[in-house]
């Protein structure tokens, strides 16, 4: 799915969305790209001359692919909030120009809250990998 098609299942909108395209590849799976363009807000101070994908913002592109597989379950009236980021590591930098791709993974599910694993990468090699969870709230 597309922006477009994204904006129906999830809260975000720019310049928060953060995920250019989804699939959810079964019930527990999904995959997400977002292109870097370098106009992104987060990169006029991170830093200048030299921009870098922030960390936080890497999390938050997982999270949000992490989110498509939680659409079904909330229904309209509950968005999914961050509990918990646990193991991750950054392990390349991401700039403006890359294509992140992200693979992610529901682990468990204990109603409200979810579980999952999610990584980036950027031209084949590992950029970030983590744990998340997250609470469907009314």
């Given at each position: 799915?597309k922006?477009?098609?994204?904006?129906k299942?999830?809260?975000?909108?720019?310049?928060?969305?953060l995920?250019?395209?989804?699939?959810?590849?079964?019930?527990?799976?999904?995959?997400?790209?977002y292109?870097?363009?370098g106009?992104?807000?987060?990169?006029?101070?991170?830093?200048?001359?030299?921009?870098?994908?922030?960390?936080v913002?890497?999390?938050?592109?997982?999270?949000?692919?992490s989110?498509v597989?939680?659409?079904?379950?909330?229904?309209?009236?509950?968005?999914?909030?961050?509990?918990?980021?646990?193991?991750?590591?950054?392990?390349?930098k991401?700039?403006?120009?890359?294509?992140?791709?992200?693979?992610?993974?529901?682990?468990r599910?204990?109603?409200p809250?979810?579980?999952?694993?999610?990584?980036?990468?950027?031209?084949?090699?590992?950029?970030?990998?983590?744990?998340?969870?997250?609470?469907?709230?009314?």
């Amino acid at each position: 799915m597309k922006r477009d098609e994204l904006k129906k299942i999830l809260p975000h909108r720019e310049p928060m969305l953060l995920i250019d395209e989804a699939e959810k590849i079964d019930n527990t799976t999904a995959t997400g790209r977002y292109t870097v363009t370098g106009d992104e807000f987060f990169l006029q101070g991170h830093f200048p001359g030299n921009p870098v994908v922030p960390g936080v913002i890497l999390c938050e592109i997982i999270a949000q692919t992490s989110c498509v597989l939680l659409a079904d379950l909330g229904g309209a009236n509950k968005t999914p909030y961050f509990t918990s980021l646990n193991k991750v590591k950054f392990k390349e930098k991401v700039f403006p120009g890359d294509t992140i791709e992200i693979t992610c993974t529901i682990t468990r599910s204990k109603p409200p809250f979810y579980f999952a694993s999610g990584s980036g990468s950027v031209n084949g090699k590992i950029a970030v990998v983590g744990e998340f969870s997250f609470a469907l709230i009314e």
